[in-house]
Every structure is written in structure tokens, then in C-alpha cells.
């Protein structure tokens, strides 16, 4: 059975290329174009991680973080941080928040793909 992701990041661009990434690689991918938009998949169906961006519209991806850690069906999915932030401060308010690990963009989709691998169970 194939494992759903649930992309949040507010460039189309990225968006895109992700989602392309991981459907080749067979995941299920839902996409939210930021935190408000991703909340509507948050509704008790499987979603086995979440890869979301830190700088967005409406709800960010801490703010993101947060109100998936307050649900309990996903308290314990994985959150990747997909994001051009590098600096230590943000790495830790993200781990802080529930962040499993850290994506820095651009990235290399062997680079997402194998952080992916290392956070599913």
C-alpha cells in the first residue's frame, strides 16, 4: 500500500516538483497551497508524513506544526521542514514545534527522498 504525503508549500513550482518526485518514487501525494489550505486533510484520513514549508500565507509552517501536534491521530507523523532558512535559531523553534527533520531548498530529490526513508516507520 502505497504511503500518502501531504506537501504544504506556497510555490507552485516546488509544489510541482515534489508532488513529480515522489509520485514517481509511488507515494500518494496531497498538496496544500499553505497551513490553512493543508488543515482540510487533517480530517482522520492516513497521511503517513508531512513535508511543509517554514514562510507562507495565512498559517505558516510552525504554525502549521503546532496544530498538527494538537491532533491526536497525527501527533507522531513525521514533519519535515522543506525550506531555504539554514540558520541554527529557526532549526530549533522548528524542533521545538514538532519538526522531525530539515529540508534546506534547492534541493536534490535523491536528497528528499532518502530523508523521507530515514523518518517513515
Not at 510541482?16 to 480530517?43: C, H, M, P, R, W
Not at 532558512?85 to 529557526?90: D, G, L, P, W
Request: proline share 3%.
Amino acid at each position: 500500500m502505497a504511503k500518502t504525503v501531504l506537501i504544504v508549500d506556497d510555490s507552485e513550482a516546488i509544489r510541482e516538483v515534489v508532488n513529480y518526485t515522489l509520485s514517481q518514487e509511488g507515494f500518494d501525494v496531497l498538496v496544500g497551497v499553505d497551513g490553512e489550505d493543508a488543515l482540510k486533510y487533517l480530517d482522520g484520513r492516513t497521511i503517513d508524513i508531512v513535508i511543509t514549508d517554514l514562510h507562507m500565507p495565512n498559517l505558516d509552517g510552525l504554525g502549521l506544526i503546532r496544530k498538527i501536534r494538537e491532533i491526536d491521530e497525527y501527533k507522531h507523523i513525521p514533519i519535515l521542514f522543506l525550506t531555504t532558512e539554514s540558520q541554527t535559531e529557526k532549526k530549533m523553534e522548528a524542533k521545538e514545534a514538532g519538526a522531525t527533520g530539515w529540508i534546506i531548498k534547492p534541493f536534490v530529490p535523491a536528497k528528499l527522498l532518502s530523508a523521507i526513508s530515514r523518518v517513515l516507520r
